[in-house]
């Protein structure tokens, strides 16, 4: 999601459009100016496109509006934002946290196809009150503009409420299961079959519907059940990572053979002494005994080559304040966590001020192949008993 443009805030919430938006964009502009060509040709070349174009940008703000409902109901009910994205086929709101009750689930999940529906209902209300009549065309831009608004976005609440994930209903239906089963893995799982099997409905409909001549519009069904299938394998495999991480500490997983270096050495006798030595890709700094930073071959690539003589690893460095740090205790499901929110393939794992050891995602992601490897059962647990390596240090 890199490739967005930032637009604002919103109640601390950063909105950003994805350039594939502008696909989509593109093509309702399109496809609704030829619509008013057909439908109302004494509008005019002009009117026809700038309602085509208001059409879309409207779209657009009832889409954020959908977003905006169920980030400002996780907000208000104690989870972290961080952004919305507006892309291709809708928006996506980063929610940080995940809910901790089904309650919260449901109401955030909820939240999003309701709007829809509101502001779907209201444009076709506010469109009839200005003479607009049902199955018929609409004669005025405005009302034109509204109706379209008003169809889209009643389609768009009935489609999220499909029971699949990663679609709303597939929230929705997940919060219920967790509500009446108490178990938020094991609602997951029912919902994520569930979903499968919504999704293999969608594929047989969408083939039936391909081969009685339905053409194109069947294949698309086929295609969503095909997204939707793919969607509900992933929830449901999730679980089980996260079951398999449950209860495993930073401390069980991190490297502990950490180089430390000292601060006052200068970068040519790093390079020279460590770097190109040990091939490590992370190097842990030290002031008397106390970690004050970090030092990777990247930090080393920002300085000329000229100036490697003369600048120490300590100005060189990324000193502790600018890392992300985490301690031993923490479990590894928040340690990816805190990488991913912040963009880190490793933490160095701090206690008291000294450096325990590091770990990255790598490590845990090996992790967890070692049981299909070992072809263990998936019920099988481990007792740890293992005590750590003391760090290996040098000068
Ligand atoms: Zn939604």
């Known amino acids: 999601m890199r490739s ?30 030829e619509h008013f060509h057909q439908v109302n040709p004494e509008w005019g070349t002009g009117k026809i496109w700038i309602t085509a174009l208001v059409t879309a940008a409207l779209f657009f703000v009832t889409l954020l509006l959908h977003e905006l409902a169920h980030s400002l109901v996780a907000q208000r009910r104690g989870l972290r934002i961080r952004a919305i994205t507006l892309f291709a086929l809708g928006g996506v709101s980063q929610i940080e946290d ?29 469109a009839m009150g200005l003479g607009w009549h049902r199955s018929t ?10 109706v379209w608004l008003g169809y889209i976005n009643i389609a768009l609440a009935l489609f999220n409420m499909i029971p699949g994930f990663p679609l709303d209903g597939g929230r929705v239906l997940r919060s219920i299961i967790w509500g009446i089963t108490k ?75 950490c180089i430390i270096v000292n601060c006052g050495m200068s970068l040519q006798d790093f390079v020279d002494t460590y770097l190109l030595m040990t091939g490590q890709r992370c190097y842990a700094v030290e002031d008397h005994g106390r970690l004050i930073g970090l030092i990777t071959p990247r930090d080393v690539g920002t300085v000329p080559r000229n100036g490697w003589g003369s600048i120490t690893v300590r ?50 992601v090996r992790l967890l192949q070692v049981p299909s490897m070992l072809q263990l059962p998936t019920t099988y647990r481990p007792t740890p008993q293992r005590k750590g390596r003391e760090l290996r240090k040098s000068a």
């Open 4 to 33: 967005t443009i930032k637009l604002g805030k919103i109640s601390g919430i950063e909105i950003g459009l994805h350039y594939s938006w502008f696909i989509i964009a593109a093509l309702i502009v399109f496809s609704l100016g």
């Open 98 to 126: 995940d809910a901790t009750d089904a309650k919260t689930e449901f109401w955030v999940a909820i939240a999003g196809p309701i709007t829809s529906l509101m502001i779907g209902f209201g444009c076709l209300a506010i």
């Open 137 to 146: 065309e609409p004669q005025t831009a405005v009302t034109g503009v509204l």
């Open 183 to 257: 178990n938020a893995d094991r609602s997951t799982r029912i919902a994520a079959r569930i979903g499968q099997v919504v999704a293999l409905l969608f594929i047989l409909d969408g083939i039936w519907q391909f081969f009685s001549g339905a053409g194109f519009g069947g294949l698309w069904i086929a295609f969503i059940g095909w997204f939707l299938m793919d969607a509900a394998k992933a929830s449901y495999a999730e679980v089980g990572v996260r079951e398999e991480l449950r209860g495993i500490r930073v401390s069980d997983v991190m490297s502990r053979d």
């Open 315 to 364: 100005e060189a460095m990324r000193p502790l304040a600018d890392l992300h740090i985490i301690s031993p205790d923490t479990p590894i499901l928040d340690a990816l966590k805190l990488m991913a929110r912040n963009d880190v393939n490793q933490l160095p794992v701090v206690a008291d001020g000294t450096l325990q050891g590091m770990v990255s995602r790598a490590q845990i």
